[in-house]
């Protein structure tokens, strides 16, 4: 069985940074991304790196402001995220993808990012 857990997030003011940890427990290689949805809004891609680490995508809201990147001796993905905005703050999940194929089997329960003004 694969779990995800999440970790980071708080309250931070603008301009502020954050970087949110993903801990995935349980065999294999994943592909992994990072979504965010915010109250009333659907799910929104926001960043994902392949099974080698090669290739990255970012949403483009967040495009040259978040990086991903994973540590695979600690089975931990990361999202560093610098110069947040208001419009950053929603619940951030996690997710693993094990075809590497953009198709997300496993979720993590999300974690809270909140940017004042």
């Known amino acids: 069985q694969v779990t995800l857990k999440e970790s980071g997030g708080g309250l931070v003011q603008s301009g502020g940074s954050l970087r949110l940890s993903c801990v995935v427990s349980g065999d294999g290689q994943y592909a992994m991304g990072w979504f965010r949805q915010a109250p009333g809004k659907e799910r929104e891609f926001v960043a994902s790196l392949n099974w080698s680490g090669t290739s990255s995508y970012y949403g483009d809201s967040v495009k040259g402001r978040f990086t991903i990147t994973v540590n695979n001796a600690l089975n931990t993905a990361y999202l560093q995220m610098n110069q947040l905005k208001p419009e950053d703050t929603a619940v951030y999940y996690c997710?693993?993808?094990?075809?590497?194929?953009?198709?997300?089997?496993?979720w993590g329960q999300g974690t809270q990012v909140t940017v004042s003004s």
């Open positions: 997710a693993a993808d094990p075809n590497d194929d953009d198709d997300y089997d496993y």
